[in-house]
């Protein structure tokens, strides 16, 4: 019994001698300009980790950006604009703040494309006319476009990827809207509109 607490005591000495140690090295005076450089490699640091936030911030921007856009030409509807203000700024709040709007952006962009108005009344006269890839002419992709009407209500796809057995059916369909729309209905396909009972 006397031993162990000899032991005990010893332990509890050699743990305070220790901590008296650590809290010394702590206070300990140091140097003049250790403190200054401490605190200037942190400054460093800190300053890489902006800089690096900042560019990867601009890179998520410029992805979201560019899904939104992407959905835009789907539908063949103006881009959003885009002002480039997060090139200007050096903020990364302000950068983290347009990456939230641009992400909404793409994803209500991808919501609306990927819903036509009309889209169940277009796959079914798609289901009566041909292939979405058809590419015999006169009229070309699954609603059967001619190149009139394609340079009249999708111009844009025309020139970027040629006749419309060349685009992908969403757009096909959104060219298709867009001719609905602006006063045409169903009249272009006036017969498998009417067994789909659109007429």
């Known amino acids: 019994m006397h031993v162990s607490r000899s032991r005990v005591l010893l332990l509890v000495a050699v743990a305070g001698l220790a901590a008296a140690l650590i809290l010394g090295a702590v206070l300990a005076p140091r140097p003049a300009g250790?403190?200054?450089?401490?605190?200037?490699?942190?400054?460093?640091?800190?300053?890489?980790?902006?800089?690096?936030?900042?560019?990867r911030t601009?890179?998520?921007?410029?992805?979201?950006?560019?899904?939104?856009?992407?959905?835009?030409?789907v539908m063949s509807a103006p881009r959003s604009p885009y002002d480039a203000s997060a090139e200007r700024s050096s903020s990364l709040h302000y950068r983290r703040m347009l990456l939230g709007v641009w992400t909404v952006r793409a994803e209500q962009a991808q919501r609306i494309?990927?819903?036509?108005?009309?889209?169940?009344?277009?796959?079914?006269i798609h289901r009566?006319?041909?292939?979405?890839?058809?590419?015999d002419a006169p009229y070309y992709g699954g609603l059967q476009m001619d190149l009139s009407f394609q340079r009249a209500y999708g111009a844009a796809l025309l020139r970027r990827k040629g006749t419309a057995d060349h685009w992908t059916p969403l757009e096909q369909i959104w060219?298709?809207?867009?001719?609905?729309?602006?006063?045409?209905?169903?009249?272009?396909?006036p017969t498998t509109a009417r067994w789909c009972g659109l007429t």
Do not use: Q
Not at 38 to 51: E, I, Q, T, Y
Not at 58 to 73: G, P, Q, T, V
Not at 175 to 189: D, H, N, T
């Open 34 to 55: 250790a403190t200054d450089a401490v605190a200037k490699s942190a400054n460093r640091v800190r300053r890489v980790m902006v800089a690096t936030e900042l560019r």
């Open 58 to 73: 601009l890179a998520d921007i410029h992805a979201a950006r560019d899904r939104a856009w992407r959905w835009d030409d």
């Open 113 to 124: 494309a990927r819903h036509p108005p009309l889209l169940r009344d277009w796959l079914c």
């Open 128 to 135: 009566y006319e041909a292939a979405w890839n058809d590419p």
């Open 175 to 189: 060219v298709a809207e867009r001719a609905y729309r602006s006063g045409l209905g169903f009249y272009p396909w």
